[in-house]
């Protein structure tokens, strides 16, 4: 009886000390899991980026106390082709700089507010535990400077913006940027880092009128944008600004969105995302078409470039891209992979009834030209119909085209020095280099599928439009070129 009882205090007492044991290990991983007791080692300066680059990676560096100062800066800029916008930056670029930090950090921010600058701004960043992620205690005036700071407890990617009110304005001219917090160890390693945000824009004149053009709150609230765009311009990633990689390189992109109120349907044409982080955070989704990113959100997408070319980066709510400006490029050069893609093999004639009916010619099938001698207000008539359909996409509704990817049509000296070439191109698409009023343009106009009536009517169009020099293009120039002549 005393032996049992013995032993089961033994017993008892073992499982005790066993028992403390193990709440004293667990006490110890927690210190380990737990950011907020991450240990910070020495002081750096943060590095800074404008887009579309991005810093160094943090790789295996122990946590630190890093140092970062922006600068606010009110400055004009330019939207699009003609047209200027007073900006509000984070450091003097849409989006602002770029900031890098990894888990358990303690970032000491500064925000200074520049005394030209005529209003007061702060800073909201959706990496800080705290009251108003850093807005409450960053609220700056012109001509001063502000110092908060915080531990970075969860690894991913963040947005940051001005929280002054009114809020929705200061987003939308522009205040707002990307803050990565890298965990432990770092991201796995990649070829080509790069950052893109979206924003949409909202002016006094509709999209691409021209001059200095203001904020207009009513279509900012209607949601009505004049300009969806990457990295706050049209064209701020294509022609010579377009990001670029190596056949055979694996590209990461840092995306976020702005807004201040369109969601973005994040997509590359041509290519597939290996991974993506949805939504910026642990979440890894695999063979990705599209992602989406709220506004006040992002993600970060990956993905190999196996083969050459150029591939086009769209919010794929597809106005946005072709008619406000959601269009950038990513041209990766290298050695063609004929197995992967092979580019045109064969190009025939499809002939859904059998080759037999060629040489029995249906008559009513035949396109020949309804009105031979059709008046030349007809001819502009019939042609802006082709060109609503078929042109306007690419060369913008007033013939403006987009900066660094579609030459303009109006008012084009390279349209108008030569109307047999200009006729060509429509009827056997265009690659290679142009130079349109002052400006190098080197991308690819598909040939247009049009019977020579058309090409003839759309032409007319443009020539007498937007100050072109109101050349009347008849069929049988059409047919000229198309012999060769
Ligand atoms: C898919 C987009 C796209 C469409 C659709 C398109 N183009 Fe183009 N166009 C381009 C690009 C890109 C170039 C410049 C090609 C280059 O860089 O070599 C161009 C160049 C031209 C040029 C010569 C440059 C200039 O500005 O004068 C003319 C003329 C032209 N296009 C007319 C037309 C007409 C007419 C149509 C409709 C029937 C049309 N295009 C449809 C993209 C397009
Ligand atoms: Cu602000």
């Known amino acids: 009886m005393r032996h049992l009882k013995l032993s089961i205090l033994i017993f008892t007492m073992a499982a005790f000390v066993i028992g403390c044991k193990n709440q004293k290990n667990e006490k110890v991983d927690l210190a380990v899991n737990d950011p907020a007791k991450i240990y910070v080692k020495g002081t750096i300066e943060a590095e800074l980026t404008a887009p579309p680059f991005v810093p160094a990676p943090v790789g295996d560096r122990v946590a630190k106390k890093l140092l970062v100062n922006m600068e606010i800066l009110e400055k004009e800029g330019t939207m699009a082709d003609g047209v200027q916008y007073v900006y509000w930056t984070f450091g003097g670029s849409v989006p602002g700089s770029f900031i890098r930090t990894r888990i ?32 409450t205690s960053s609220f700056v005036a012109p001509g001063h400077k502000k110092t908060f700071s915080f531990k970075t407890l969860n690894p991913g990617l963040y947005v940051y913006h001005c929280a002054t009110a009114p809020v929705g304005m200061h987003i939308a001219n522009g205040m707002y940027g990307l803050i990565l917090v890298e965990p432990q160890g770092g991201l796995p390693k990649v ?8 924003g949409d824009f909202y002016t006094k004149g509709e999209n691409g009128e021209r001059g200095l053009q203001a904020f207009d709150m009513r279509k900012a609230i209607d949601e009505d944008a004049d300009y969806v765009v990457f990295n706050g311009k049209v064209g701020a990633l294509t022609g010579d600004n377009a990001i670029t990689a190596n056949v055979g390189e694996t590209v990461r ?64 709510a597809i106005f946005r891209a072709f008619n406000k400006g959601a269009l950038g490029m990513l041209k990766v050069k290298g050695k063609e992979n004929k197995q992967l893609y ?22 009513k099938k035949i396109k020949t030209p309804k009105k031979q001698n059709k008046t030349l207000a007809q001819k502009i008539s019939d042609g802006k119909q082709v060109y609503t359909k078929t042109c306007f996409a690419c060369h913008q509704a007033n013939g403006e ?59 007319t169009y443009i020539y007498n439009s937007w100050n072109n020099k109101k050349t009347n293009v008849s069929i049988s120039t059409v047919q000229l070129v198309k012999n060769g002549h």
């Open 104 to 135: 358990g950090d303690e970032v000491e921010f500064t925000l200074s507010n520049h005394p030209d600058n005529k209003l007061p701004h702060n800073i909201d960043l959706h990496a800080v535990t705290g009251p108003g992620g850093g807005a």
């Open 191 to 198: 070829d080509k880092e790069y950052y893109i945000m979206q």
């Open 253 to 316: 992109l840092y995306v976020g969105n702005g807004g201040p109120n369109l969601t973005s349907s994040f997509h590359v044409i041509g290519e597939i995302f290996d991974n993506v982080h949805v939504e910026g955070g642990d979440l890894i989704n695999t063979n990705v078409q599209t992602t989406s990113i709220p506004a006040g959100g992002a993600a970060i997408v990956d993905f190999k470039v196996d083969v050459p070319g150029t591939f086009i980066l769209v919010d794929h």
């Open 342 to 363: 092979s580019g045109i093999k064969q190009e025939g004639i499809y002939n859904p009834e059998g080759a037999t009916i060629q040489t029995m010619p249906d008559d």
């Open 401 to 459: 085209g987009i900066a660094n990817a579609f030459p303009p049509l109006a008012n084009s000296d390279y349209l108008n020095a030569d109307v047999k070439r200009a006729i060509s191109i429509v009827l056997n698409g265009k690659t290679g280099e142009i130079t349109v009023n002052g400006k190098k343009y080197n991308s690819v106009m598909t040939r247009q599928t049009l019977t020579d009536e058309e090409v003839a009517d759309v032409m």
